[in-house]
């Protein structure tokens, strides 16, 4: 039941954004289109933030989870980029944010933590300060390029987007991702 509020206050959340920015949709507005009150709209979210925050994390749940299952880096980011481009309306909305709790800084933190936890689970040892530097610099700019893929300043099919993606990735660092076969 719970989830079920939880998407369709989300569809709500989408139908606001064809008509203003997010920055200026309030959780009336959502909490009117989804046809419930802002007392249940705060009992499933902070505010509008973590709301997308929390549809965004629905695509990258199921990334992680095909990575789990064998899927290489590659082909869990052609399904996110896939999904992204099929709800763009929303992630153009919520990648254009830089409020507070924003979309950038939130994927960039999901994507770290699962990767860093992948590594010391298959390792069975802590990440190096040179390694993490490494994952982190490259989950940045994973982050960065996304958001001006969905902004449409970079024109790529999601295919092309993933490739460059992980081609990109520092050599000790896709070492490392073999070696737990990430990629």
Known sequence: MNNDIKYRLANAMKKCMYSSPVEKITVKE????????????YRNFKDKY???NWYFDKILVESFRQMGEGH????SLVNKFEYIQM??????AAFKNDDQNNLREHDFELIRQFYIDQIENKSHRKISDKLLF?????CQGSVFMTTQWVLSYKNFT???LARLLSDSMPAELAETFRKVNLI
Do not use: H, N
């Open 30 to 41: 959502i909490s009117d289109a989804c046809g419930v009150t802002r007392q249940t709209f």
């Open 158 to 160: 999601p295919q092309e």
């Open 50 to 52: 973590d709301l997308i």
């Open 87 to 92: 709800e763009q309306l929303f992630f153009k």
């Open 72 to 75: 290489t880096v590659y082909e």
């Open 134 to 138: 490494q994952l982190e610099m490259y």
